[in-house]
């Protein structure tokens, strides 16, 4: 029964989401408008300097990664943000719910919007620019998937926390955090790329590895051995470090006055 009553918890904040997006056009828009710009014109540049088609699936992977990880990250940071621009966020946590309750369901809706991006980008990529996207397989093609799901549920937390402490001053990391960590990452790019210290930066990000170990079936080689045990490790335990941080965000914001500032 109590199970039952966490699952129902959780489901409404994912028909929530579900609602908000569905009556919301201008969610609808951007959900297809921005991979489509990422994909025809990083598709387009990858043309003009005639790139072979390896390095053609390798820029690509880039720009699916990013929109895919970002409708994912941005669904999740949303579920606090709508409250906090409603001023209904204090209205919120009279109900008997947790934190967990809302990363969880707006995750729901996030999974399968991040889904839909992806599919749509990928068959955009297949059909116009010749991207071999099946070439690793279905199995790698999932653990990648896993790896940028897991990425976006790292980041939105983050903002989550960051929010709870910042207030308002914080909000751009929703629209900033998934930038940042492509770039870190390599975006378009092997970090081998990037300067010394950023790139032991790079190094301890997760998503680091689950971009080396796609792009290793299109002969790109990682730099560690095993790049998908490392990134899941790495990601499992920056997903509950994260996830305490979050908590302690929340008794801070409550102790401090913060959430109830962010509901006037």
Known sequence: MRLLTEFIKIWAFAARGGIM??????????????????????GLLTQFLQLDEATVSFVLIGALAMNTMQIVQLDISYALLYDVWSKSLKHGFIAPIRLGHIVLGSGLVGFV?????????GALSIWYFNMELWR?????LLFFLVGLFLMAAIAG??????????????EITAWAITYLL??????????????????????????TYFLEYFRSFYGFPASVAHPLEWGLLLGLVYLVVSYGLMLLSLKASLRQGTLVKLSE
């Open 157 to 170: 937390v983050l903002v989550i926390g960051l929010v709870l402490i910042f207030g308002h001053r914080a």
């Open 182 to 207: 492509m770039i870190l990452c390599g975006l378009y790019y092997p970090v081998s790329l990037l300067p010394t210290g950023v790139r032991g930066l790079a190094e301890l990000i997760p998503l």
């Open 136 to 140: 690793p397989g279905l199995l790698p």
């Open 21 to 42: 997006n569905r009556r919301n056009f201008f969610a609808v828009f951007e959900m297809f408008f921005w991979p489509l710009v990422a994909v025809f014109s990083v």
């Open 113 to 121: 919007r991040g889904l839909l991006v992806f599919a749509i980008m």
